[in-house]
């Protein structure tokens, strides 16, 4: 626990390089200059940022044009809210995604909301946890890494973490997709971000 | 509920909780510096599962976006700090409306009747700091159930022994065809009690209902206007015993 957090605050003490320079700084600095208004850190903050939002809204809404068009919404709420994020609570890009699932879920639920069709849905996903991204840019280091540990976790640990987190089901409807009862899959839920936090680290490097 | 808002903690942080629940966690959050420090770990872990869904975005979004944020006026930190989200306000005013009316005793809904009705009014009325419902959901011993309802749509009730009290949050995906209505109740002693009935077309509604200890039940029907004194078509009943 201490240790992590002191990986976190490792990360805070990078250098902020001076006004014009080129060095490449992290998203937390990004972040920072992008909440006083710096439109050029906003600009280095998408190209580093955008391809995992994208990617991610695209994952749990399963549909381009859409994905695109929250992405978007996103990406102008970063720019919008960026004075809030506070370094001490978490990682930059932990914040961007974390409305970006966030937006992503909510609109999944707002369909799921006018038609039964979860079901159909998830039995389906089960099925095809990676479909989606195999015909992405390949080696990416760190979706390697999330893969590697995410094989680390047990069967219903990945199950139940993969169908909330990328397609956007709440722990009821994963409990009653895989015929789990309901407290087996909170508690797969939380032992399986522990395993998952532990062979990550806390740490987010982009 | 100490014990089930920890256990709550994972499906929080994957977004895999209710409006409800995730209420009752950010509010745990706010006063458990244990939980929150494992609650802000496992959000970094989770982040990083983004990570895993790295996909090339069309390049006119990246265009698109660049263009938005030049003409996009940034919030500054206080207003943030006051309202989260100030294009909600109006979403706080509403459930405001409506608890007001409630604690007037009044059964009358029909306050800011349009804008309840659109579909997230409930999940917005509920992430409001409005005090009642907030102490509910706040209370040690709280108890969530939800039903859905016949027809579609769900009813969740929130309810703790110790405030003695509950909120019953009710979306539908339509109101009931022929002009009727929909009416909530509770069962005291066997009888159902009205806890109020929803205006004509209305679908929604956040109802902070008292002395919840007494009763046993909690249900959705279908009325003609106005109600009835008691329960015809029951589309949706959630035991609270
Ligand atoms: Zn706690």
């Known amino acids: 626990m201490a240790e992590r957090g002191m990986s976190r605050r490792a990360e805070h003490l990078t250098p902020v390089p001076g006004p014009g320079s080129d060095v490449p700084v992290g998203a937390n600095d990004l972040l920072l200059a992008v909440g006083r208004g710096d439109e050029e850190a906003f600009a280095r903050l998408y190209d580093l940022v955008a391809p995992r939002v994208y990617g991610l809204i695209r994952r749990v809404l399963r549909d381009p044009a859409q994905a695109e068009e929250v992405a978007q919404e996103v990406l102008v709420e970063v720019w919008r809210t960026a004075a809030r994020f506070d370094q001490a609570s978490g990682s930059a890009t932990s914040w961007v995604f974390t409305i970006a699932h966030r937006r992503a879920v909510d609109r999944v639920r707002a369909e799921q909301a006018s038609a039964e069709r979860a079901v159909r849905a998830g039995v389906a996903a089960i099925e095809t946890p990676y479909d989606e991204v195999a015909d992405e840019v390949a080696g990416r280091l760190e979706r390697q890494q999330v893969r590697h540990c995410l094989d680390d976790l047990t069967d219903l640990q990945r199950q139940v973490v993969i169908m909330a987190y990328y397609q956007g089901h709440s722990y009821p409807q994963v409990a009653e997709l895989l015929k ?21 680290g806390v740490e987010v490097t982009a | 509920m100490t014990a089930d808002i920890h256990s709550l903690v994972g499906a929080y942080v994957l977004d895999a909780v209710d409006d409800l629940e995730r209420a009752a966690v950010d509010r745990h959050l706010r006063e458990c510096d244990a939980c929150r420090t494992d609650a802000a770990e496992l959000r970094e872990a989770a ?4 990570d895993g869904a790295w996909s090339v975005p069309p390049p006119r979004l990246r265009d698109n976006v660049l263009a938005a944020v030049a003409t996009t006026r940034q919030l500054p930190v206080e207003t943030l700090r006051r309202s989260r989200r100030p294009y909600r306000a109006r979403w706080l005013a509403a459930a405001a409306a409506v608890v007001a009316a409630v604690g ?13 009705r659109e ?11 409005e005090s009642e419902v907030r102490d509910i959901l706040a209370a040690p011993d709280v108890v969530l159930r939800d039903q859905p309802l016949t027809g579609g749509g769900k009813v969740t009730v929130a309810y703790s022994r110790l405030r003695d009290s509950g909120v019953i949050m009710m979306a539908a995906d339509a109101a009931p065809d022929g002009g009727r209505v929909f009416q909530l109740w509770t069962v005291r002693s066997g009888t159902p009690v009205s806890e109020g009935v929803l205006a004509v077309g209305q679908t929604s509604i956040v109802k902070v209902v008292a002395g919840m200890s007494s009763a046993s039940a909690v249900g959705v029907s279908v009325e003609p206007p106005g109600g009835s004194p008691a329960p015809t078509v029951t589309v949706a009943g959630v035991k609270t015993i």
Do not use: W
Not at chain 1, 188 to 196: N, T, V
């Open chain 1, 180 to 200: 789990t009862p309901l407290g087996t899959v909170k508690t797969r839920m939380r032992d399986g971000l522990i395993r998952l936090r532990d062979c990550l």
């Open chain 2, 47 to 50: 982040a990083r599962l983004a």
């Open chain 2, 104 to 116: 007037a005793g009044t059964a009358v809904f029909t306050v800011q009747e349009q804008r309840v």
């Open chain 2, 119 to 129: 579909e997230r009014s409930v999940a917005e009325a509920v992430r409001t700091r």
